[in-house]
Antibody, heavy 118, light 111 residues
């Protein structure tokens, strides 16, 4: 059974940093692109970015470029999201997702809430 | 780039069929067959319902079907059931710098 379990969310002040983690199991992690998708409270979905199977290519949505960085450790079956220079508008539930190809997401984690507030 | 355009809400009675539209541009929906649809119940993670415009993942009911014409993709749910009540999001790959667009979501109410 495919499982994606996020962790690391919490309350952080504007301008602060946070690192999210996603533990993957039930599939060959190193064979898939992975991505992060976020959802602000009461709002719709927003693609944050994705990373190639071997970590050699990464792409980001316009609103997070230069501030959020995706990485992965295939030996640990883990995906990460380093979040720097956080803004109030980054407040959202962050979902770890498996990219089945061309930005289509077949498995989602339960999400972790990040709140940016003073 | 703006999000894909979906109606804010649709409704139908049990047993009926409904269609949710998702309108983009020639840079996304109109040029690529990489349109997917997600169902989200309150407090839950989204679930993939359709991919590549028309394909259903294993386990998704055949009451869910998809189509595309020009810059508009559509999700049709036939034989509406109470459990179908949820928010539905469309999503498309785009050639713009943002690479990925979601629709704003459509709240389906089963009357």
């Amino acid at each position: 059974e495919v499982q994606l379990v996020e962790s690391g969310g919490g309350l952080v002040q504007p301008g602060g940093s946070l690192r999210l983690s996603c533990a993957a199991s039930g599939f060959t992690f190193s064979s898939y692109w992975m991505a992060w998708v976020r959802q602000a409270p009461g709002k719709g979905l927003e693609w944050v970015g994705n990373i190639k199977e071997d970590g050699s290519d990464k792409y980001y949505g316009d609103s997070v470029k230069g501030r959020l960085t995706i990485s992965r450790d295939n030996a640990k079956n883990s995906l990460y999201l380093q979040m720097n220079s956080l803004r109030v508008e980054d407040t959202a539930v962050y979902y770890c997702v498996r990219d089945m190809g061309w930005h289509q997401f077949d498995y989602w984690g339960q999400g972790t809430l990040v709140t940016v507030s003073s | 780039q703006s999000a894909l355009t979906q109606p804010a809400s649709v409704s139908g009675s049990p047993g009926q069929s409904i269609t949710i539209s998702c309108t983009g541009t020639s840079s996304d929906v109109g040029s690529y067959n990489y349109v997917s649809w997600y169902q989200q119940h309150p407090g839950k993670a989204p679930k993939l319902m359709l991919y590549d415009v028309t394909n259903r993942p294993s386990g998704v009911s055949d009451r869910f079907s998809g189509s595309k014409s020009g810059n508009t993709a559509s999700l049709t749910i036939s034989g509406l059931q109470a459990e179908d009540e949820a928010v539905y999001y469309c999503c498309s790959y785009t050639s713009s710098s943002t690479l990925e667009l979601f629709g704003g979501g459509t709240k389906l109410t089963v009357l």
